[in-house]
């Protein structure tokens, strides 16, 4: 039996769930969602740069 049970830990709060009631939400809190969002758009998109160039040195690797 584990030292402790996964539904003990605490879990991470949602920044924002798509699709989610906005009414009930302050200007503040709207643009703090902006502001995570943006991040997360700017991590997804550095990942997809880092991927492609991986992509792009194998392929010329294996033109050769």
Known sequence: ???FDEED???KRKVHEIGEDLT???VDEL???IA???A???R???AIAAKR????IAASFFKR
């Open 9 to 11: 830990l605490p879990r």
């Open 36 to 38: 995570h969002l943006r």
């Open 1 to 3: 039996m584990p030292a």
């Open 40 to 42: 997360e758009i700017e």
């Open 44 to 46: 997804l998109e550095a």
């Open 24 to 26: 009930k939400l302050s």
């Open 53 to 56: 160039s991986s992509a792009d």
């Open 31 to 33: 643009t703090d969602r």
